[in-house]
């Protein structure tokens, strides 16, 4: 009966029940959604970044870190590289040339990191052939092509088949140069990274510097998840040769995002049920005092503080339960359709270029955010309900019966 | 039965200037199956004197005896045991909750005393019976008008059987017509379950029916008289 007896006090004033609960639906579904696309927005980034530029690990000589110099080559890299892709779980392993140097056109020149690099090896490690937008990908074939991308292209004003120079010191600490061709443009979601990198065959490469060593392996796995236990193998066949980086220790703000993405959803999930929980305390103290006598009349007949309690903080939870699974509901249904309709971009896609962002997103949220929103409502309406209890509990009972209202 | 009141005092405002004596060493003694009425002007302090018979307040001095205890040194727990098992509270403004049906109005009482569903409803269908509501057991009470809604909640009061009723100014809100068919229910439900009815009131028409009357003057029983209760039939409208 006090189950009933509660269910029905809620809607007794249906308006104001109501009006609470149209604020948690909506409630809900702007946060949800916030931390949704806020989700999909770092997954995105990191997604993009283990896709294009990092892989999952990456081996150099441990000076190559201190300074990118040509002489911090890493012994034995191919066959290290050869090594590792015995190893099973590994997807493909690739292994760069990598030098810093100018590449010049006849409109401009700029600085650029020179990537001389196995076409096929890549493949398997990047998808860099993936997004290529125009010409080839690095043919076997053919004097000196080179891959730059689309928005360096434009920038130097060059074409599929255009002339440019590329400029870098060779291993004797000489200036060095060559004319290469373009044989393709590439457009990766970053355009810090487009702007900065250039694609070349590795023979060619190290024929122009003069080494003919290479600086970095690049490891993808089939499982992502999986970094920490083949990093270890990895390891083991490096020894002493190389240091191994997983993609976090590559570009550890990505991995800082990641690591702080929880926390930061869990803040502006807290501070909105805290907000609601302000509401409910609000709405439940307004519709405790209106019925004083009613309580008093309660007491009166024999029902325990306890179980007036009960009742209270009952009323409130079925309050709280309705908004909140209705809101959950509504958030989850829009995260459906979102997440695999995706939020387009269109203008704003340019800009979002600046943090390796794709030009459309799909927002995901975790049952676990779910399941920890839901709960953390629940007890805050639980909570919300002590207040206005004791206001009407620590009442004088006789002087409660004879309040007027 | 027995309710022994002894020297009962209370006191509002002790320690200011203006202490209210509200009830005055009042001596008081209600017997089994009796059918009182206490009238006096308004402020001679008969809600005091029943909130205090009913464990709702305490007094500052005196007892209360009822079947031997003497309910001023219960605890606050203890108090609501006994209000809830030993006495039937009717109210001016009938109190009954708006969002539960006649029946579940009556029942609701008989549950905070643990008893189980089928003899609690058995019970409420019984009493709604007597007050004369065996068709509107699932009306809620604003479904109900005046007369019918403090007739649930005389069902209520007697639903736990408790052994006394009190009832502060029951017929305030009712008219003429009203007030007796109620009356004429009370009086009914005090012969037939043999419970004591205590209820203050100012109006002429209960104190005809009462069959004894106890006039409350600036806190002290001015006069307890006996009197001769009309039987339904012979009352004058
Ligand atoms: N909580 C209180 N604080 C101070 N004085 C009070 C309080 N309750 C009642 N009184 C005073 O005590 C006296 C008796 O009040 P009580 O309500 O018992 O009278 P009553 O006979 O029931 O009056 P009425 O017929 O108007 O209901 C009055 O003078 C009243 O002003
Ligand atoms: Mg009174």
Same mark, same amino acid.
């Given at each position: ?50 896709? *294009? ?107 599929? @088949? ?33 702007? @900065? ?64 993405? @929880? ?56 309050? !709280? ?40 997103? *799909? ?43 | ?12 405002? #002790? ?52 079947? !031997? ?22 109210? &001016? ?68 059987? #408790? ?6 100014? #029951? ?15 009370? &009086? ?23 069959? /004894? ?5 600036? @806190? ?14 012979? /009352?004058?409208?």
């Amino acid at each position: 009966m006090l189950l009933k007896l509660a269910w029905k006090n809620v809607w007794r004033n249906r308006l104001r029940s109501g009006i609470m609960v149209a604020a948690m639906v909506f409630g809900l579904l702007g946060v949800i959604l916030m931390v949704g696309f806020m989700k999909a927005m770092t997954d995105n980034m990191l997604d993009n970044a283990i896709k *294009y530029q990092t892989a999952h690990l990456q081996i150099h000589n441990p000076d190559f870190l201190v300074n990118e110099e040509l002489e911090a080559w890493l012994p034995r890299a191919d066959a290290m590289a050869r090594e590792i892709r015995g190893i099973s779980g590994v997807a493909g392993v690739t292994v760069r040339h990598v030098v810093d140097g100018m590449l010049a056109s006849a409109a401009s020149t700029r600085g650029v990191r020179i990537n001389g690099i196995l076409a096929e090896d890549e493949s398997a490690v990047t998808s860099l052939e993936e997004s290529l937008v125009d010409g080839k990908f690095l043919p076997e074939k053919g004097r000196n092509p080179i891959m730059v991308s689309k928005r360096s292209a434009k920038k130097l004003n060059l074409r599929i @088949g255009s002339k440019v120079v590329l400029t870098f010191s060779d291993i004797e600490g000489e200036v060095s140069g060559a004319a290469f061709r373009v044989c393709g443009f590439f457009k990766t979601p970053s355009t810090g990274f487009d702007e @900065g990198n250039v694609y070349v065959r590795r023979t060619d490469l190290a024929g122009y510097t003069g080494l003919n060593e290479s600086h970095e392996i690049a490891i993808r796995l089939e499982d992502g998840d999986a970094v920490d236990a083949f990093r270890q193998r990895v390891e083991a066949v490096v020894g002493d040769s190389g240091i191994v980086r997983d993609w976090g220790e590559v570009q550890p703000i990505l991995a800082a995002m990641q690591g702080t993405m @929880g926390i930061s959803n869990a803040i502006i999930i807290g501070v909105f049920v805290t907000a609601l929980g302000f509401g409910i305390i609000n709405i439940m103290l307004m519709s405790v005092f209106e019925r004083t006598r009613e309580f008093a009349m309660l007491m009166a007949v024999g029902m325990t503080g306890g179980k007036v309690l009960r009742l209270v903080v009952m009323e409130s939870l079925m309050l !709280g339960s309705v908004g909140s699974v209705l809101g959950l509901l509504a958030s989850s249904l829009m995260i459906a359709i979102t997440g695999t309709v995706g939020l387009p971009f269109g203008r704003m896609a340019e800009g979002l270029g600046a943090f390796g962002l794709d030009a459309v997103l *799909y927002p995901e949220v975790t049952m676990a955010t779910y399941l920890g929103t839901l709960g953390m409502l629940m007890v805050t309406s639980v909570l919300a309900a002590l207040y206005p209890a004791r206001q009407i509990l620590k009442k004088r009972l006789s002087e409660a019966l004879a309040e007027r209202n | 039965m027995s309710i022994q009141i002894e020297n009962l005092t209370k006191i509002y405002n #002790p320690d200011t200037d203006f202490p209210v004596t509200a009830v005055n060493h009042v001596d008081l003694q209600v017997e089994q199956d009796e059918f009182v009425a206490v009238m006096g002007p308004s402020g001679s302090g008969k809600t005091t004197l029943l909130n205090m018979m009913g464990g709702i307040d305490r007094p500052c001095e005196g007892t209360v005896i009822i079947d !031997g205890t003497d309910i001023t040194q219960l605890t606050d727990k203890e108090l609501i045991g006994f209000r809830r098992d030993s006495i039937g509270f009717i109210f &001016q403004d009938f109190s009954l909750l708006p969002v539960l049906t006649a029946l579940e109005n009556v029942e609701f009482v008989m549950q905070l005393q643990g008893k189980s569903r089928t003899e609690c409803e058995a019970r409420a269908v019984e009493l709604l019976n007597d007050v004369g509501l065996g068709d509107r057991l699932s009306n809620v009470p604003g479904k109900l008008s005046g007369g019918q809604q403090q007739r649930v909640a005389v069902a209520r009061a007697l639903a736990p059987k #408790p052994k006394f009723v009190l009832a502060d100014e #029951p017929t305030a809100n009712l008219d003429a017509q009203t007030t007796y068919g109620l009356l004429d229910i009370m &009086q009914q439900l005090n012969e037939k379950e043999g419970t004591t009815f205590i209820f203050s009131t100012h109006d002429p028409r209960v104190i005809e029916r009462a069959r /004894r009357v106890i006039v409350f003057e600036d @806190g002290k029983v001015a006069e307890d008289r006996v009197a001769r209760a009309q039987k339904p039939e012979d /009352r004058t409208l």
